[in-house]
């Protein structure tokens, strides 16, 4: 369901008479991925133009990635849906609530709702949505380098959730929005779900898959870089990445 979203919006361009003008491939953008010296993709799509705008188009449509805990959003959905939790201030790990453990991606809190949620509801959903290759692995999946999934896949995903178009009851994903949003001022609104994690290369990576609302029109995104060696942070360097791109692209001033 949320599977090859550029793959399907593409054959829609053709099958309308359009062309592939319809995606931008923007290499201009290598430059925020240069400066903080890592590698990466980034895709956009407006909604309301019905246009993508994609730096590094090979890696964005064709490489695969642990979701990391970019999963939260999955299983957030999912705890809500089942009743498992009832809303973001349900405590799920200690004095840890949903929301808390949403927004610092605490893994922990996450592992333990996994738990409470059970394997075969998890792997029910996750079937459903036709989520990455959807491998759960054995047992802790999301760090089994089992669960994979692409940009692409990503971008369908949060789409789908901004737009209440996911088998969910509305009310599960406007939970699940409203814990995304990290920004809001009189400009625009910015939600995102960021997530960390290994590569099977040893390459450290990093996620930032969401949303920007500026003037009513929604723009999502998705952002995934990577670094040699598994150290370091990179959670910063995505950020500023995305503020840059989303800079350039005119965002932040409550004029697009």
């Known amino acids: 369901m949320v599977r090859t979203f550029l793959s399907v919006m593409m054959a829609a361009f053709l099958l309308a008479g359009c062309s592939q003008g319809n995606v931008t491939e923007d290499n201009s953008l290598k430059q925020y991925f240069d400066a903080a010296g890592v590698n990466g993709s980034f895709g956009m799509f407006d909604n309301g133009q019905g246009h993508f705008t994609i730096y590094n188009l090979h890696r964005y449509r ?3 990635y642990l979701p990391a805990g970019t999963f939260d959003i999955m299983q957030s959905l999912i705890g809500v849906q089942t009743g498992v939790v009832k809303d973001d201030s349900a405590v799920i790990s200690g004095t840890i609530t949903l929301r808390e453990a949403f927004r610092d991606g605490n ?3 996450f592992q333990q709702l996994s738990q409470r949620i059970g394997k075969d509801t998890l792997k029910k959903w996750i ?3 036709g989520y990455g290759n959807k491998d759960i692995g054995s047992d802790v999946f999301w760090m089994d ?3 994979t999934i692409n940009s692409d896949e990503q971008l369908g995903l ?3 959730l901004y737009f209440d178009q996911l088998p969910f009851f509305p009310r599960s994903q406007k939970v699940v929005r409203q814990m995304m ?4 001022n009189s400009n625009y ?3 995102y779900k960021t997530a960390t994690g290994v590569r099977k290369d040893g390459h450290a990576f990093t996620w930032y898959i969401g949303w920007i609302e500026e003037n009513k029109d929604a723009y999502f995104f998705v952002l995934n870089l990577d670094k040699a060696g598994a150290g370091g942070d990179l959670e910063p360097a995505g950020l500023s990445i995305l503020k840059n791109i989303l800079k350039q692209q005119g965002f932040f001033q409550g004029k697009k």
Not at 181 to 184: A, G, K, T, V
């Open 158 to 160: 949060v789409k789908k």
């Open 181 to 184: 949003l990290m920004e809001s």
């Open 127 to 129: 079937d459903t949505l």
């Open 145 to 147: 380098n089992h669960l």
């Open 189 to 191: 609104r910015l939600s």
């Open 62 to 64: 064709d490489s695969s």
């Open 107 to 109: 893994t922990t809190a």
